[in-house]
């Protein structure tokens, strides 16, 4: 009993912290918001009259023409629509304008590579010739508006280029993350029937110099038969084969490409981009966003969250391969003529002290992370960011999962030296944008809480059987009651699936699949998922998959893989596995265990720990209770919970002595 109440109380503690941060007077004085008072008088008015609260923030995009209705939607069809019949291009609107409004001499793009003697800055200028040319390539190479391109590329100025480029003319990209292996690029290429492939002959990353990203591509390529061109871009000189009639070099498709490209008149619903996401089945779903709501929200959420004021430097660590990248070191700064910062390489190469060199370096105002980085940072000890100036930070953010006190404090305290306003963003690439966060200047904050919903959204919890919960201190799902402009559209080639995932839980919300606390103050707490999806470092994995992939093992008969805390990546893969009759357990099963998934899905999903068993816990329509095995891979024994609805809770004795 007393272990139970202890446990009770830790886990509370740690959910439910007592520190609060008052806002900074001096950032208050100079906020865009800077105080709870305007912040609610315009949350009601947003909430009040969406439509108009939209339609006034929509005036920060250029449009070829304006819309009819300001929104369209029902739930319970999954069917959504903003904006439409406006016309707008996603490039016109974050590099010409800028050129056109006189700002072409001013810096778009500050890029760091892996090693601290590579730079690049190109201009809004630059931005407009480069992004031309490459757009102009693409079409020679066949692409047309609709059409999909799938981008497969590190951190390197030409893959903010080729986004662009794609959005020009009209074709959806595609990016898949460059860690992927190239059975992920194959299934991402084949479920959308990409064109076109643009990658990089090598890609280089910390200690590693010659990543193969092209060769993993043509691995992947002989069974992608949709794709009938490749633009490979050189970044490391190494050598590359290139297949003639297919392959491409992109500085000679520059070359000869005409430098004058006219950006394609897009409707509002248009896509602009997919974004693949993992979700309960194997099958990794194809997150699609449509162009005019897009810009609207990330544009409108980068210009109050992170409080940009021009000539601030920006700088978002996240890879553009993750949603992240796409809203928040692209769309959404480029749109508000940021000069925004992408770094090629690791927080731990050449040592601990990379980001806050660079921090240093480039006089840093505004830096974005992840909780894993800090982490990890964390662990190294302050000696690394105290060798450094890191005076020009004015404010933090964070994304990506739930942060807990420690690092929160950390950053609060070394990094932000007491001064900096911590916004911890909640949202997920089906939201395309920020939707719960606090505001600079504006929000008391508290350690691990993403305080409250950005304007025009609306977020409810419910029990499981979706009854409403009103009123603070109450813990459910969250759901959202509407729609926000930057919501996704559909999962591609599946608008079923979309309904299934997102809608049918709850008929007529949308549900995030997370779950929340909303305490006495208002602020909401996410707890983590509810679904079967591991983030690992920041990264979504869903569980299915990895199971599929262990599976391939002909050893193995059947496997259930759970997340247990871990002190860096956040959540650890744990996987237990039953073998088939008659077959060994040996060490070496494990190693190829862990070497099919690296191959298959990528070094992130690989299981840390693997627990042989005679069998898994299982209702008696089959289903596997994970609830159970995460509490044992959590090491959380003594209160497993209701194990009765097991076709034999036997097996559970056995799985929680031979834990690891
Ligand atoms: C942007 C992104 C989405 C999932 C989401 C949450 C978790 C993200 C936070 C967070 C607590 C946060 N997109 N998550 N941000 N949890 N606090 N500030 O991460 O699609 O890759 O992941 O990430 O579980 O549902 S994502």
Known sequence: MFFMLRKAFVRHYLIKSMKSFKPNEKIKDNAYIGSIEKYNEIYDYSIKNPEGFWAEQAERISWFKKWGKVWNWDFNKAEISWFEGAKLNACYN????????????????????????????????????????????????????????????????????????????????????GAFSPDSLESRINDSECKVLVTQDAGVRGTKTDIPMKKNADETLKNTPSIEKVLVVRRTGSPTEMIRGRDVWW??????????????????????????????TGKPKGVMHTTGGYMVYTSTTHHYIFDYKPGEIYWCTADIGWITGHSYIVYGPMANRAVTMMFEGVPNYPDYGRFWEIIEKHKVNIFYTAPTALRALMKEGDNWPKKYNLESLRLLGTVGEPIKEPEWMWYHSVIGNERCPIVDTWWQTETGGIMITPLPGVTETEPGSATRPFFGILPQLVDDEGNVLEGNNVEGNLVMERPWPSIMRTVYGDHQRFFDTYFSRFPGKYFSGDGCKRDEKGYYWITGRVDDVIIVSGHNLGTAEIEGSIGRHPDVAEAAVVGYPHEIKGNSIYAFVTLRTGRKITEKTKSEIAKIVRADIGPHATPEKIQFTEGLPKTRSGKIMRRILRNIASDNVDNLGDISTLADPSVVESLVSERI
């Open 94 to 177: 974050c590099v010409d304008r800028h050129v056109e409004n006189g700002f072409g001499n001013e810096t778009a793009l500050i890029w760091e590579g892996n090693n601290s003697s590579e730079n690049r800055k190109l201009t809004y200028d630059d931005l407009l010739r480069e992004v031309q040319l490459a757009a102009n390539s693409l079409k020679d190479l066949g692409v047309a508006k609709g059409d999909r391109v799938c981008i497969y590329m590190q951190m390197i100025p030409e893959l903010t280029i080729a986004l662009l480029a794609c959005a020009r003319i009209g074709a959806v990209h595609s990016v898949v993350f």
């Open 251 to 280: 500085h000679e498709a520059m070359e000869s490409a005409d430098s004058l490209c006219e950006p394609e008149i897009m409707d509002a619903e248009d896509p602009l981009f997919i974004l693949y996401t993992s979700g309960s």
